[in-house]
């Protein structure tokens, strides 16, 4: 399923399918590990303390601290208040993007003239409701597997998403350093190339170290 057996005890796994939101409250010293079932999929992420959600990933602190833009093993998330949310404690594709955002149905209309596409944006939504959140917490996000360059210039197209580069059974883990509540968005785009223009699956493990 992963490519790789789990290294510990496994306590949930499950299928996202194409275009959908999952989330979950992950203990402390847990491990979630997410695998692109058939490679080139864009999974959208954020997470948040659990016990006070208004703490939640951000961005600048963790390119900060990591000096770079694209993530990958060994790269932590830190939340507003710079403490460390979750390590990147196993990577198989690479690189993950920062700075691109997740899609919503207005961003669709804006930038791909098409009208009435729900994107990311709306299943987070979804994935945050039972948790008494919404709009107002969703923060710039997490993509992984997906690629969105920078290049030495400011130039109209140099910074837009990129056809992924992921290989079927592609995951990465992901260590919680504090209770975190984890939400996906399995990334329902076909107006650019991040997920090849047809969205697949896929898997979720919460694993427990021996």
């Known amino acids: 399923m992963s490519g790789a057996d789990i290294p510990g005890r496994v306590i949930e796994e499950a299928t996202v399918e194409a275009g959908r939101p999952w989330g979950k409250r992950i203990a402390k010293g847990d491990v979630l590990r997410i695998v692109d079932v058939e490679g080139r999929q864009g999974v959208d992420f954020l997470c948040y303390n659990a016990d006070a959600p208004e703490e939640r990933y951000h961005a600048p602190n963790t390119m900060k601290k990591a000096r770079r833009i694209a993530l990958a093993a060994g790269d932590v998330l830190y939340s507003d208040v710079a403490r460390p949310m979750m390590t990147v404690v196993a990577d198989t594709c690479g690189h993950h993007d920062t ?110 170290g021996e």
Do not use: H
């Open 99 to 208: 700075i691109g955002g997740c899609c919503s149905a207005p961003s669709n209309a804006m930038l791909y003239g098409v009208k009435g596409q729900p994107g990311c944006r709306e299943n987070f939504l979804a994935a945050l409701k039972p948790f008494g959140l919404g709009r107002k917490d969703i923060v710039p996000n997490i993509n992984f597997f997906c690629d969105v360059p920078v290049r030495d210039s400011y130039r109209l197209g140099d910074t837009v998403f990129q056809p992924g580069t992921s290989k079927p059974g592609d995951y990465v883990d992901l260590r919680a350093e504090m209770d975190v509540l984890a939400v996906i968005s399995n990334c329902p785009q076909v107006n650019n190339p991040c997920n090849d223009g047809e969205p697949t699956p896929i898997k979720v493990v919460i694993w427990r």
